[in-house]
């Protein structure tokens, strides 16, 4: 089992900038990948970022590119997520997930909003 917590969260202008923060706790040791995602009303959850704890990489959607900075600290299993440059498209519930070979698991979310 691996539990995943967000937050960081919160209002914010657009041009602004957050930190989001997602710890993991259990069996971490089984998974490689953190990735984020976000969800706004009446949308499909979309992919924003990812990175692999094993060599660093990253990869980012194309909406946030140049913008989201994902990032992780390994001792304290922990990813985080540099917004800047926030957009009102940006507004959603963001949610951390990771994976080992048979389950996926995922956080609460943590809500965004950026206002114009």
């Known amino acids: 089992q691996v539990q995943l917590v967000e937050s960081g969260g919160g209002l914010v202008q657009a041009g602004g900038s957050l930190r989001l923060s997602c710890v993991a706790s259990g069996r971490t040791s089984s998974t490689d990948f953190m990735r984020w995602y976000r969800q706004a009303p009446g949308k499909e959850r979309e992919f924003v970022a990812r990175?692999?704890?094993?060599?660093?990489?990253?990869a980012y959607a194309n909406s946030v590119k140049g913008r989201f900075t994902i990032s992780g600290d390994n001792a304290k299993n922990t990813v985080y997520l540099q917004m800047n440059s926030l957009k009102p498209e940006d507004t959603a519930v963001y949610y951390c997930k990771t994976y080992t070979t048979t389950m996926a698991y995922w956080g609460q979310g943590t809500q965004v909003t950026v206002s114009s």
């Open positions: 990175i692999r704890w094993s060599g660093g990489s990253t």
